[in-house]
């Protein structure tokens, strides 16, 4: 079993995207699903890396990635794994800015609102690319991976992405879904369904066109783990 040091040391991080709120709604607990796309190395052992097969059993549940080269033959060992796994615990990165009342002695002096010039000269003052695991205070625990097409995602699956619904949407009586944006909290326009939502936020986050490309993505499903 890891040592509670080896244990921070060997800690992984997760970035959300704070421009649409998403950090915040992972610590308020109201996202609790995220869809990474499957990358793959140019080259592996040697060998020149084309794509990827994604294996399935009969069932159609699917069994692993593997890559394959020119000629479209799976590569020898060259299987693609995710990132986080099941009960992996991981920390959600924030700017040092953001946490700095959760920083342990030694980075800042509660009392008079001392900052550690480690701290205060880091490039992660600002971009929380750049801080360290495990002086993040919020974590969360993955509890299940999958490999799905983006657009295979369910209805309920858009609203553990992020995505929210409103009831009565602008006095109407209706019910509409939407996203927001964290710099105002405004709703980021209005759609009929939490899959037209969160295909509008998912090329907003991830580039445009994303949507459209439906490629294979791990999906982490995730527990708050403070």
């Known amino acids: 079993m890891l040592s509670n040091a080896q244990y921070k040391k060997d800690m992984k991080k997760i970035m959300f995207n704070d421009k649409y709120h998403l950090t915040q709604a992972v610590l308020n607990g109201t996202k609790t699903m995220t869809r990474r796309e499957i990358i793959y ?9 084309a794509g990827y097969f994604v294996c399935r059993r009969p069932s159609g549940e699917i069994v692993e990635v593997c890559m ?44 008079d609102g001392y900052i550690s010039t480690i701290i205060s000269s880091s490039v992660g003052l600002n971009n929380k690319m750049f801080v360290r695991a495990d002086l993040m205070p919020h974590r969360i ?66 580039g445009r066109g994303t949507w459209e490309r439906s490629s294979f993505v791990w ?6 783990f403070d």
Do not use: W
Not at 41 to 49: A, C, I, M, Q, T
């Open 141 to 206: 625990r993955i509890t299940d991976v999958k490999v799905e097409r983006l657009q295979d995602i369910s209805d309920e699956d858009c609203i553990k992405e992020g995505v929210y619904r409103l009831d009565s949407a602008n006095g109407s009586g209706g019910i509409a879904y939407s996203f927001a944006n964290a710099s105002d909290k405004k709703h980021i326009g209005l759609y009929d369904t939490s899959r037209e939502a969160f295909a509008a936020l998912i090329n907003k986050v991830s």
């Open 219 to 224: 999906v982490y499903e995730f527990k708050l």
């Open 68 to 111: 394959y080269d020119e000629d479209e033959r799976m590569i020898d060992g060259g299987q693609i794994l995710p990132k986080y796994k099941v009960d992996e615990v991981i920390a959600i990165a924030q700017p040092y800015k953001d946490i700095l009342n959760y920083l342990p002695d030694g980075f800042r002096r509660k009392s």
């Open 41 to 49: 190395p140019s080259k592996f052992r040697g060998e020149n890396v």
